[in-house]
């Protein structure tokens, strides 16, 4: 699971930047699975936002095909693209919307945690994303 620490935000969008690359191969926060929103109530501070892996999947909850599931052997939650039809109840129940709607796909997507090696984390420079071990 990956650990946010807002406050360390300098709102970069280095992070996006290498999880479009590592989704799509190509330079562009429209591709990737984690995003750098402005922090309304405080002015100059930024808030990432993806798939936390909740204990309790609010985002599975309604989904009609069952495509959301928590893998059994990495704890993560994981999204079959095969099965999502892209209705979207996913990001309608994340209290975060971290799921995203591929538009080229027409899939719901999140944070795969790169296979275990987040190339988020490693591009945060100023250290607000950390790998919870």
């Known amino acids: 699971m990956i650990i946010v620490q807002e406050y360390k935000c300098t709102g970069c969008r280095a992070c996006e930047f290498a999880c479009s690359f590592k989704q799509k191969q190509f330079f562009h926060y ?3 699975l984690i995003r750098v929103i402005k922090n309304k109530k405080m002015e100059g501070f930024f808030i990432p936002i993806l798939c936390f892996h909740c204990d309790e ?6 989904c009609p095909t069952d ?10 939650v994981t999204l079959d693209k095969q099965l999502c039809n892209g209705c ?7 209290p ?16 795969d945690f790169c296979q275990g090696d987040p190339l988020c984390v490693k591009f945060c420079s100023p250290g607000a994303l950390l790998v919870k071990k």
């Open 30 to 32: 429209n591709y990737s």
């Open 57 to 62: 999947m609010y985002c599975a909850k309604e």
């Open 67 to 76: 495509a959301i599931k928590r893998d059994s052997k990495t704890g993560l």
């Open 88 to 94: 979207g109840s996913c990001l309608d129940l994340c």
């Open 96 to 111: 975060w919307s971290a799921p995203i709607i591929d538009d080229g796909e027409g899939v719901a997507k999140i944070c």
